[in-house]
């Protein structure tokens, strides 16, 4: 209650794609003013969509080095570190720029362990055939103190937070002069809310995926096919309680609505991509791709073409 409806936004974070907004299509909400008199205003209207990468941050992906697709995205960047006895740490901090009418995000933080046991031969490795398969497990967990997945809300729509626990699998297998790898993560939810028209939120699951095939050509010259999805909700509910108008005795009255948050589509990310090292001082990089569903909408495919030069001094 006293909420502005200036002030009354959703931001819907790219695990959720148009999940809500499309649920949403049709459903109004009242909103009075001083008076008492109602207004109604449209729902998807109070939502934003997540917008795409900009040209410069998938210019920094392609130079940057291959990395395992994680959840932990959600909360930005992630450093990793290794030990000898085959555990790895990856961690994180929530960092987001301000949205307007949403000001600035607390943090957040968020880890996943791996654990890459090898206990098998000599080499300390798995033989499948005439290659050497690497194995990992992983467990982790993520915590959001003014988001749900990345999506963040104002005015109304009350405040949410999450905690995510995550957990998955890494391989990989060395053969034929390939490098091989998959990952694959999956995450349980549970939502935070209240203060607003948010009157339930059902335990949330999320994925993701991706698979690298990397074959050295020469000394300097590396070819990489890949396939991946960014992290996707699977599965999730809310449940609203909309103001709709007023009865006679002036009090206000209410409906509550089930909408469904998963998104509409599924973004693939199929790419090839060749680097050359060593050339003028530094390492050139070109990749080829293309994004069915990009966002998690059900759109038409996005392709493109992206080309960098690297020198580290």
Do not use: C
């Not at 098998?120 to 749900?148: H, K, M, N, P, S």
């Not at 003028?280 to 998690?296: I, K, N, Q």
Request: proline share 6%; aromatic share 6%; no cysteine.
């Amino acid at each position: 209650a006293g909420q502005s409806v200036q002030a009354t936004r959703l931001r819907l974070g790219s695990a959720l794609g148009d999940g809500f907004s499309r649920s949403a299509a049709g459903l109004e909400l009242a909103a009075f003013d001083e008076l008492g008199a109602p207004f109604w205003f449209e729902l998807p209207a109070l939502t934003e969509l997540a917008s795409p990468p900009s040209s410069l941050e998938r210019l920094r992906q392609l130079m940057a080095p291959p990395v395992t697709n994680s959840l932990l995205k959600l909360a930005g960047a992630t450093t990793t570190t290794r030990t000898a006895s085959g555990l790895e740490l990856s961690f994180t901090g929530l960092s987001q720029r301000p949205t307007p009418g949403l000001g600035n995000p607390e943090p957040g933080i968020g880890a996943v362990l791996a654990w890459r046991p090898r206990p098998f031969g000599q080499d300390r490795t798995l033989r499948v055939g005439q290659g050497q398969l690497l194995a990992a497990a992983r467990i982790g967990w993520l915590g959001e103190e003014e988001t749900l997945l990345g999506s963040k809300a104002a005015g109304g729509f009350g405040r949410l937070s999450a905690n995510t626990l995550i957990s998955g699998f890494e391989l990989g297998l060395e053969t034929g002069g390939w490098s091989l790898a998959a990952a694959a993560e999956l995450g349980w939810t549970l939502a935070e809310y209240g203060g607003g028209i948010i009157s339930d939120l059902s335990g949330l699951t999320s994925s993701t995926f991706s698979l690298h095939a990397t074959r050295r050509l020469t000394d300097t010259d590396q070819l990489t096919f890949s396939l991946s999805q960014p992290p996707r909700l699977e599965q999730g509910l809310a449940t609203l309680r909309l103001p709709v108008g007023r009865s006679k005795g002036g009090g206000v009255l209410y409906r509550s609505v089930s909408t469904d948050l998963t998104p509409s589509g599924r973004e693939l990310d199929l790419a090839a991509s060749w680097q050359r090292e060593e050339l003028l001082g530094g390492t050139l990089r070109a990749e080829l791709g293309v994004s069915s569903d990009p966002g998690h909408l059900d759109t038409k495919p996005i392709f493109s073409l992206a080309t960098g030069w690297q020198v580290v001094f």
